[in-house]
């Protein structure tokens, strides 16, 4: 089962900030939190890892609780295009072995409005 | 991500045929999956691979058997369909030493463009 628990779906303005929370209460200290999208039904696609600290890219940045309980992916500023499913995941770290492996839970679904 | 290739991307067939999904990575990644995904629900893990001598099963590998004919190849059959495997199929590749040269602790996957499988 997944370790994560997200709102089913969420609804953002065109051009806000999306912010998409996760809850991951059980997280032990060596897994990191990865948020994954799927557009429609293409292949998911990564947007970004962490594992203690808030780290950004060019897609999102991500809030990560001092206490690793809850997370936050952030896309500044939400286009048309960031309609999908977001899926926050939790996973050990991956030196070979089951425990490196992706669960995918239900997600999000985020619908950006004009 | 054009990089990562699967075919057929659609199939209708019929309750007990074998049939044999194909994924290729151009990527030089070392590891390979195959998950599913039924409507509205999440992927889940079929099979993977983390070199061409390591298969290993997944959360739901019944019914389902894979090859590693390559570093870049990785194949998905049903061996006698039935319409519960009726779902979206996805490949996906990492890697386990990202431009570094040393192990990497995380699992960045890039996925193929699904196989819509219909089993009647």
């Known amino acids: 089962d997944a370790k994560t628990t997200q709102p089913t779906s969420m609804d953002c303005a065109e051009g806000r900030a999306a912010n998409l929370p996760c809850n991951h209460s059980t997280i032990s200290g060596n897994e990191y939190v990865y948020w994954y999208r799927q557009i429609h039904s293409q292949g998911p696609q990564y947007i970004i890892h962490?594992?203690?600290n808030n780290e950004t890219n060019e897609m999102a940045s991500l809030i990560i609780t001092e206490d690793r309980k809850s997370s936050t992916l952030i896309l500044p500023h939400a286009t048309l295009r960031d309609t999908a499913v977001y899926y926050c995941i939790v996973s050990a770290l991956n030196y070979g072995g089951s425990q490196g492996n992706l669960i995918f839970g239900k997600g999000t679904k985020l619908s950006v409005k004009p | 991500d054009a990089d990562v290739t699967q075919t057929p991307r659609n199939r209708i067939t019929k309750t007990g045929k074998r049939i044999m999904l194909e994924c290729s990575q151009t990527?030089?990644?070392?590891?390979m999956y195959w998950y599913r995904q039924d409507p509205g629900l999440g992927l889940r893990l079929i099979y993977y691979?983390?070199?061409?001598?390591?298969?290993n099963k997944g959360e739901i590998s019944d019914g389902y058997s894979v090859s590693r004919q390559a570093q870049a190849k990785f194949s998905l059959s049903l061996e006698s369909a039935i319409p519960n495997q009726t779902a979206l199929y996805f490949c996906?590749?990492?890697?386990?030493?990202?431009?570094?040269?040393?192990?990497?602790?995380?699992?960045?996957?890039?996925f193929g463009p699904g196989t819509r499988l219909t089993v009647l």
């Open positions: 996906a590749t990492s890697d386990s030493t990202p431009g570094t040269g040393y192990p990497s602790s995380y699992n960045e996957q890039f």
């Open positions: 962490g594992l203690k």
């Open positions: 691979s983390f070199d061409v001598k390591d298969i």
């Open positions: 990527k030089g990644h070392d590891r």
